[in-house]
């Protein structure tokens, strides 16, 4: 599993938007100068937040985008099952995979069933809002 620069990207604008909105929409141009992300890249990510009510956005003057629920409502692993689609460490395991011809006989499937488990149980014990605290710290 390699979380793509789309992973990446979503988790520091989702910690940007929460460590500087207090409540308030926050521009699309601030967060993108402050994380250095570019508009255009930026523009491919909110979309996908906004459609999965992870942040709502207003447009025009005063517009921009908040978060919907509290960061310590979010999961590191929903955001980045989002914008990954999956987090399976091998193709077999994917969501929608073909069922493998070898399944029955695979000897290392029992790893990547666990190894899969615990990526996916440890990146839905983390917090937005454990990365904000990590941050200041």
């Known amino acids: 599993m390699i979380v793509s620069t789309r992973g990446r990207y979503a988790l520091r604008v989702m910690i940007d938007i929460a460590e500087n909105s207090s409540g308030n929409y926050i521009a699309m141009k601030e ?4 994380q250095s992300i570019s508009l255009k890249y930026m523009e491919k990510i909110m979309p996908i937040l906004v459609a999965q009510k992870m942040v ?3 447009h025009g ?13 979010y999961t590191i692993g929903e955001i980045l099952r989002l ?4 987090l399976a460490p091998v193709a077999c395991l994917e969501c929608n995979a073909e069922r493998c011809q070898r399944t029955a006989d695979c000897r290392t499937l029992p790893m990547w069933n666990e190894l899969n488990k615990r990526i996916n149980d440890y990146l839905d014990s983390v917090s ?3 990365l904000m605290r990590t941050a200041a710290s």
């Open 128 to 130: 937005l809002a454990d």
């Open 31 to 34: 967060v993108a100068e402050r």
């Open 61 to 73: 003057k005063g517009g921009g985008y908040r978060l919907t629920r509290n960061p310590e409502e």
């Open 83 to 86: 914008t990954e689609g999956d």
């Open 56 to 58: 709502e956005g207003i």
